[in-house]
């Protein structure tokens, strides 16, 4: 039976986990996975592919086949593993996009600053780069094409989850607000073809979107609407689902959105919120780390407690009907209309 590590040799582990994080990072950035998919690679050959110093290129697959990402089945010769073929461009499930982001400046760069947030309350973020995260997106198109790539990946890992734990064959005509390009929409009008959707984002996000929802054939049962939560939703639907956004925004940001969704939702009219939802205890929770994360990067937003969702619900004009679980981290956070 395996002996848990002592405390010292844990906590090192943990005290230099970015090590791993930033050579997968590389790893990513390079497209290593992709030269070693179809057959074993000696480092020179990959190095030659990557433009890289072959000696300092064996170190950092060395170091990563010791984590079990590769394999040096021969000395100085790598070959794919498990892990490695999720690193892929175009594996089933790739995450390569979210290791791409994970060593991107706007990521690790507000982290070193988590002590200032901790100090503070405030986001690090906007403290490093002298602007809130949202408009450092809109002056840096090629970070928010690596943060989109990335939430793409996320979703597509965790819509199957959603479909499969919670029942949406009793809704008519489902709007995503803040939905962006439409790949949860699309996802549960392909699983519900009696259903008609509506894409609710601002106007350069839907302009995205037309290419993905008729790659998806669902086109056609899926309109598309522009406009910003914070102003008015267009009416017409009889459920909304957001999912990743409300933890975006602050109590009072978030009660705001949630009433204009309320305006928008007949007296019959569902709310869900796909989100992580903090449990009490000290149980592992990637919640727990994703909510310093919105610390660091949002004004205002946090991963919420069940409680903390029925507050909202109820200062919305909503009731907190039931939190349904899923296979995945998210859970389905369901309000109706009172």
């Known amino acids: 039976m395996p002996q848990t590590p002592p405390p010292a040799e844990m906590l090192m582990m943990m005290i230099t986990s970015k090590w791993v994080s930033q050579a997968i990072h590389a790893a990513a950035k390079l497209g290593l ?3 070693v998919a179809a057959q074993p690679k000696n480092v020179h050959e990959l190095a030659k592919a990557t433009d890289t110093n072959a000696d300092a290129l064996f170190r950092l697959m060395r170091a990563l086949a010791s984590v079990g990402i590769f394999n040096e089945a021969q000395p100085g010769q790598f070959v794919s593993t498990p892990m490695a073929e999720l690193l892929r461009r175009d594996a089933p499930g790739s995450m390569r996009p979210m290791a791409v982001m994970a060593g991107e400046p706007f990521e690790y760069q507000a982290w070193s600053e988590v002590l200032y947030s901790v100090k503070t309350g405030l986001p690090a973020f906007d403290r490093v780069f002298q602007q809130d995260i949202f408009h450092y997106f809109i002056n840096n198109k090629d970070a928010l094409a690596v943060f989109n790539d990335a ?3 996320h979703s597509d890992a965790e819509t199957p989850a959603i479909l499969q734990a919670y ?7 489902l709007m995503d607000v803040a939905g962006g390009h439409g790949r949860v929409i699309a996802s549960v009008l392909q699983a519900n073809p009696r259903m008609q959707g509506v894409l609710f ?13 008729a790659k998806a054939g669902v086109a056609q049962r899926c309109k598309t609407t522009e ?10 639907a009889d459920a909304i689902i ?24 007949p007296s019959n009219g569902r709310m869900l919120i796909a989100e992580m939802v903090v449990a009490p205890g000290n149980d592992p929770s990637p919640a727990k780390w994703l909510d310093l994360q919105m610390l660091l990067m949002t004004q205002g937003g946090r ?3 069940r409680d903390e969702f029925a507050a909202l619900f109820d200062k919305s004009g909503f009731r907190l009907e039931r939190v349904v679980g899923t296979a995945g981290p998210l859970c389905v956070v369901e309000g109706v209309c009172i």
Do not use: P
Request: proline fraction near 0%; charged fraction near 25%.
């Open 201 to 213: 984002d601002l106007s350069e996000v839907v302009a995205g979107a037309h290419g993905l929802l």
């Open 33 to 35: 996975a992709d030269l």
């Open 227 to 236: 406009g910003s939560f914070f102003d008015e939703i267009q009416q017409g």
């Open 303 to 305: 991963e919420r407690s």
């Open 151 to 153: 939430m793409t990946c």
């Open 242 to 265: 957001m999912k990743h956004i409300i933890h975006d925004w602050s109590d009072e940001s978030s009660i705001r959105i949630l009433r204009n969704c309320r305006r928008a939702l």
């Open 167 to 173: 029942d949406f064959s009793k809704i008519n005509i």
